[in-house]
């Protein structure tokens, strides 16, 4: 048998998922994340789940991975000592920026740092203008004293962006021909190869983001792929990018700004499976672990991209999954500020030393600890039975700092821990819902991520939706998403016109030779043309306009007159709904064409849910849950015993492996068939909110 495994490194705890491939039948498990050297995590997660399996390692197929190393990296500024080339006059790009503030009211707000201080900010006197033609060649001897500057500051990563090089990529390639004979041992990133695209503060920002952490990544890769070679596991390592596509390792080393959002972006496709396969089309995801909370949005089955972000306030421009992060998770530190205002996070307990109730030598309060206090985590064990809590650590940590200095008993300052993180999320969840035009009552609620079900229920009623839905796995979602991703590569190359004097032909030349790009880059890597999916689409703006909006071409990689007025359609009604009006008697102006290159992977065997032979079961326990300021007798249930039809209500705690849900008073929770715990919050019956719209899998 064949077995595809994906593995997804957060910051406390590392998910492993192993599917078997002709049934789709999974299997998971979870272990200790190792900050100081994730790698360790993921081998130790492969070596447990082979042993609890009793597989052998020749029996993966595929392996697939998401990744923090890059992310922290640059969020903790621990990337390798890197260099800037740029074209004379333009080394200040990264200090200038776009001259607006952070946060507009506040007068001590500051940015961020640039990664490249500013004695290593080089310049060399070459310049092309926007059209590609050459006004000032390479001047060979001015390289090679570069390189001696290079050397003297004993420089590991250099990243090389010239000005207008996306229309001309000549001197570029040409430096790193030069450069690669004089410093070999230097990594060189070049701009046209990570981002061929117009906006010189964006793209110097992101080559240089690509530059800081490459030498990291692919240390770490290596190390990794080295490891996998000695267990003799035969599948080629593969990573989840942020764009919610897999690519190579190769590929990854080359390009880790790609893979930034590794991981959540897993979680955020397997959202859109469950909306694919259900009558839920609207669905706000959380996926809440120890150290962040990640949310994004599903609008009619398909997830929301994007094309520019920031990491610690610096421009990232690559496709990704339109997501926003914050640090909420369990194990956010809850303090006092100097008002005397009860606070929680953005700091971390993290994996190590964790939440006081892991008895691994934590020493602040955190949300774990606030939801073990309440009874919503099983106060004896979690982890099925690995890992023993002390609760009576955590009542004393929350007594001394929390419920004394504020006046409340253990119990209040404990629901009160749970209240504040909850409207610190809520505030992350109105970044992509509310502030891009969305009525979050139109939505489901798909919680998963370790801590995401035991907040899911007090979210949901925030945001008005009518349900929530758990999927089987919620802690392991992103390891799982991951399995199901195709390889996918995104091409872009700017091109600037207005759409009333638009020359097809050229237009439709740069198409041509993106798709091409793109067909090759597949074929190389095994995909035959049947399995290629090629999705066009134009950035598209009013004149004058300094932000762009992407609109996908209707027909594919052509663009027609009737692709473009359906193009120029679409856009009116995008930018009505993100800003409140359109002018559509306002010319419109092409600024960049893109193309996404799909490589289809075979999809994995969907497995359905046992039909309970009764609609009742018995929990396995009871104990005490505080709801609303009391404690109340609660039924616990394994999530194992809750086949397809079988009915729960409220109140009620649902424990399993990796997660633990928790259900209200007067609320009704129903299996579906595919195994999706969905908790109606209207008075509308749970059966008939799990109606299920299978898809021809």
Not at 521 to 526: F, Q, R
């Amino acid at each position: 048998m064949q077995y595809r495994i994906g593995i997804d490194t957060g910051g406390t705890f590392t998910d492993v998922s192993l599917v078997e491939e002709s049934t789709g039948k999974s299997f998971i498990t979870k272990v200790p994340s190792t900050p100081s050297n994730p790698s360790l995590a993921v081998i130790n997660g492969v070596k447990q789940i082979v042993q609890e399996t009793g597989i052998d390692y020749q029996d993966i197929s595929f392996f697939i991975h998401g990744t923090t190393v890059g992310t922290n990296a640059l969020l903790e500024q621990k990337g390798e000592k890197t260099a800037l080339l740029t074209t004379k006059g333009f080394k200040d790009i990264l200090q200038i920026g776009r001259q607006t503030r952070p946060k507009l009211y506040d007068f001590k707000a500051r940015r961020s740092e640039p990664l490249v201080p500013r004695n290593l900010r080089l310049e060399l006197d070459e310049r092309i203008d926007t059209q590609g033609n050459i006004l000032k060649g390479i001047d060979r001897g001015e390289v090679i004293e570069l390189s001696k500057t290079l050397k003297k500051y004993n420089i590991k990563s250099l990243a090389v962006c010239f000005i207008n090089s996306y229309a001309n990529p000549s001197h570029e390639t040409e430096v790193k021909k030069i450069l690669n004979e004089l410093i070999p041992e230097t990594f060189i990133t070049l701009s046209c190869e990570v981002l061929p695209e117009f906006k010189e503060y964006e793209r110097t920002s992101t080559v240089v983001g690509n530059a800081y952490v490459l030498p990291k990544m692919k240390y770490y890769l290596e190390h990794l792929n080295d490891n996998l070679k000695e267990m003799q596991i035969s599948s080629n390592l593969y990573i989840m990018q942020s764009n919610g596509g897999v690519i190579g390792a190769e590929t990854a080393i080359t390009m880790p700004i790609r893979t930034i959002l590794s991981g959540p972006a897993g979680g955020v496709l397997a959202g859109t499976i469950v909306a694919k396969n259900t009558s839920y089309k609207n669905i706000i995801t959380i996926d809440m672990g120890g150290t962040s909370l990640d949310t994004a949005l599903i609008e009619n089955g398909e997830a929301q991209f994007t094309t520019m972000s920031e990491i610690d306030g610096r421009p990232v421009k690559v496709p990704m999954v339109e997501m926003h992060t914050i640090g909420s998770g369990g194990g956010s530190i809850a303090w006092i500020d100097a008002g005397g205002a009860l606070r929680v996070g953005p700091h971390s307990a993290g994996a190590d030393p964790g939440p006081v109730c892991y008895g691994n030598g934590g020493e602040e309060p955190t949300v774990s600890d606030a939801n073990v206090i309440l009874g919503r985590l099983n106060p004896n064990s979690i982890l099925g039975g690995k890992m023993k809590m002390d609760v009576e650590s955590a009542r004393k940590v929350i007594k001394e700092k929390i419920a004394d200095p504020l006046g409340l008993t253990i119990e209040e300052a404990a629901e009160g821990i749970l209240k504040v993180i909850n409207t610190n999320m809520m505030r992350g969840i109105r970044v992509i819902s509310i502030e891009k035009g969305h009525d979050t009552r139109d939505f489901s609620l798909m919680a998963f991520g370790g801590a995401g079900p035991l907040h899911a229920v007090d979210i949901a009623n925030e945001l008005g939706s009518k349900e929530v839905i758990i999927p089987p796995n919620p802690g392991i979602t992103c390891a799982e998403g991951m399995l199901k991703a195709d390889v996918r590569h995104d091409y872009v190359q700017t091109y600037t016109s207005t759409l009333s004097v638009l020359d097809f032909n050229q237009t439709n030349n740069i198409l041509a030779a993106l798709s091409q790009e793109a067909i090759d880059e597949l074929s190389n890597e095994g995909f035959e043309n049947q399995d290629i999916e090629l999705q066009a689409s134009l950035d598209l703006r009013y004149v004058r306009q300094a932000y762009e909006i992407n609109i996908p071409l209707v027909d594919g990689s052509t663009v027609t007159e009737a692709s473009l007025s359906e193009a120029v359609k679409t856009f009116h009604e995008m930018h009505e709904k993100i800003y409140g009006f359109n002018r559509q008697s306002e010319e419109l102006e092409l600024v960049n064409i893109r193309l996404i290159g799909i490589g289809k992977i075979k999809e994995l065997q969907n497995t359905k849910q046992e039909i309970a032979l009764k609609n009742n079961i018995e929990p396995v326990s009871e104990r005490n849950v505080y709801f609303d300021g009391s404690f109340i007798q609660t039924p616990i249930y394994q999530r194992t015993d809750l086949h397809s039809e079988v009915t729960i209500a409220g109140p009620a705690i649902i424990e399993q492996l990796d997660s633990t849900i928790v259900i209200y008073p007067k609320q009704k929770a129903v299996t579906d068939k595919s195994g999706n715990l969905i908790i109606n919050l209207t008075n509308t019956d749970a059966k008939e909110e799990a109606e299920y719209e299978y898809s021809a899998n």
